[in-house]
């Protein structure tokens, strides 16, 4: 008999849209040519040892951002095939959430508050539906980049630069 895991409200919210996953596979791409860095795909981030109740979070076990960026030089976690591992305890540099279209952004910006307080160094919001990055090198220190705007989104904090139109598959005529 097989037993099933009932998904969680907030889980369920961040299923991914057409748009979600395509700018998530994208993100991930363009990240991954970033030698200095090692990416994750919605790696499960061990905070089941911190009081979350400050920022007001429904999880007590784990957080898991669409995407994860570890410094090579910093370590980062080596996946072994014969002992693979659920949660990670070890915070990334970067951590990327791209807001679905039944999420809220005061829910991400609550796990932000989260992610800056664990020692995460940078954070990005990714909007979909208005083809723009936010990146947070603090809770209230942050950029906006548009691909109206904005040729390509810049990381200070991590010296990452990508293309805005690569990201959302956009060609300037």
Known sequence: ???????????????GSLNHS???????????????FTTFVEL????SQTDLTPFGLKTKEEFKPEVCLYEIVSGYPEPDPQDDVLRVSQMPTLAIEIISPKQSIDDILSKFKAYFALGIKSCWLVTPAFESITVYS???????FDVRRDAEVIDDVLDIHLPLGKIFRKVKT
Not at 22 to 36: D, K, M
């Open 44 to 47: 499960s981030l061990d905070v």
């Open 22 to 36: 395509f700018t998530q596979a994208r993100l991930t791409t363009l990240l991954s040519h970033e030698e200095r």
């Open 1 to 15: 008999m097989t037993n099933l895991i009932p998904i969680e409200p907030e889980e369920s919210q961040d299923m």
């Open 138 to 144: 603090g809770f209230r220190n942050f950029k906006l």
